[in-house]
């Protein structure tokens, strides 16, 4: 049990949480300013740390901020009062682990202390990662013997048997999908269901009824009431990828699920609970759409309570012998054919290779050699890759070159977009981001080529 500090001006509110988590077992000390609250901080060390931040003298924003001075790795959780989110906002900015609403019921604060000093357990075991790298971390169609994948399979481990909140970050192909499927195996979830929602291939009009659903009558031609992935994913573990490409409007009604597991189905009147596992991913730079406006700070922190950043292939390329073996074994089966083994000469071209689409194009990569190849061997000859970018990305043009020959400018231009959208299979948000362009930017383009936006 943990060493929780209570810093509440208010008596009755102050007794009763002091009871309640004494309850269960843990050593409670209590406050009623801030200034005694350092005082207990500078005497023995705490585990966690409850605080008000409308408190008499020091606010608890200045205590929390004392506090992390004395103590960078100390949780805190702030309360405070309904209309004041954006100062639980500041506070979660300053270092805060999380903030709980008043009025609030014993149990949510419960479920709050008790997930944060899961994460804290899993942050002070990974403090000692460096030391357990000795140990192979191994899960299900996941390989990575290299520093950099163990390092993430360590993270996943210690993870994993929490309840906690995991944000998902890394680009396109890496593997994402395979890390949310393992930790999910490895909870106390592995039971429940595992429900994946990929946000692009949601319209924006239909995100909503996909999410929480829909009763009968809700709209034209909802005959029938009609669960959401929310509901289907009850007991178990939900994964949303690409999460910053919510729509707005979604991004209020998902921060309530984080907050109070509850919500109401569309054109319903009944609030619905459920007991699910959140796991989303993104390959954004999400604090950057924080910057632009198109993501909410206060559903950014709710998310990343556990960061799991996975490496492009080019930085761990030493992995890639042992997934070129898996691949091989895996699609040499599908297709019975009996393929020993790569030569060399093959292994080297993929390994000089650089890997824009990651782990997936190497994969793919794979799986065509295997097709094409008439021997027992892949051979450089079966190896087929797209060497039309450089490693910056750039044209292959001659040096003295930068557009391909007889192409202007807007011709090249007008070509790399319709590649784009040919290679999202026509999903203009996916198409957006392989360009890196905003959706309005791609929209604005489509124009002059002439293509109509009709959605996706």
Request: proline share 4%; no cysteine; glycine share 8%.
């Amino acid at each position: 049990m943990a060493n929780i500090l209570i810093v509440e001006d208010e008596p009755r509110m102050r007794r009763l949480l002091e009871i309640s988590l004494g309850e269960d077992g843990h050593n409670v000390q209590t406050a009623g300013d801030a200034e005694t609250g350092l005082q207990f901080l500078r005497k023995e060390p705490a585990d966690l740390v409850v605080t008000d931040l409308k408190l008499p003298g020091m606010n608890g924003l200045e205590f929390l901020q004392e506090g992390k001075r004395l103590n960078p790795a100390l949780p805190f959780i702030v309360m405070t009062a309904y209309g004041s989110v954006e100062t639980a906002v500041d506070a979660m900015k300053a270092g805060a682990s999380d903030y709980v609403l008043k009025p609030f019921t014993m149990a949510e604060m419960k479920l709050v202390i008790n997930k944060e000093l899961d994460v804290q357990q899993v942050r002070d075991e990974n403090v000692r990662l460096k030391e357990a790298l000795g140990k192979r971390y191994h899960f299900q169609n996941i390989v990575g013997r290299s520093k950099k994948m163990q390092e993430v399979l360590a993270l996943v481990e210690r993870v994993a048997p929490t309840n906690s909140t995991v944000l998902i970050g890394g680009e396109s192909g890496v593997g994402k999908d395979l890390i949310a499927r393992a930790i999910h195996q490895n909870s106390r979830r592995a039971s429940g269901p595992f429900v994946k929602i990929n946000s692009t291939a949601i319209p924006d009009t239909l995100f909503e009824s996909e999410l929480f659903g829909f009763e009968r009558g809700a709209f034209t031609g909802a005959l029938a009431s009609k669960p959401g992935k929310f509901e289907l994913a009850d007991k178990g573990t939900l994964f949303l990828d690409e999460i910053g490409d919510v729509p707005a409007a979604i991004q209020v009604k998902l921060l309530r699920v984080l907050q109070e597991r509850e919500f109401e189905r569309l054109g319903g009147t009944k609030t619905l609970k459920v007991d699910i596992r959140m796991i989303a991913a993104t390959n954004r730079d999400l604090r950057a759409a924080l910057e632009e406006g198109t993501f909410r700070e206060d559903l950014y922190y709710r998310l990343n309570v556990v960061p799991i950043d996975i490496p492009p292939l080019r930085e761990h390329k030493e992995d890639i012998p042992d997934l070129v073996n898996h691949f091989l074994a895996r699609f040499a089966a599908d297709s019975e054919k009996e393929i020993e083994g790569i030569t060399p000469a093959a292994l080297d071209a993929l390994m000089e290779y650089h890997w824009p689409g990651n782990i997936r194009q190497l994969e793919n990569s794979v799986e065509r050699a295997v097709a094409l190849s008439a021997d027992r061997m892949i051979d450089d000859k079966d190896i087929h890759l797209d060497t039309r970018q450089s490693k910056a990305g750039t044209a292959s043009a001659p040096a003295d070159q930068f557009l391909p020959p007889g192409m202007t400018l807007e011709q090249w231009e007008d070509n790399m977009i319709r590649e784009a959208l040919r290679r999202a299979n026509g999903n203009k948000s996916q198409a957006a981001r392989l360009l890196g362009l905003s959706r309005n930017a791609l929209r604005y383009r489509l124009g002059k080529l002439g293509v109509a936006d009709e959605g996706e």
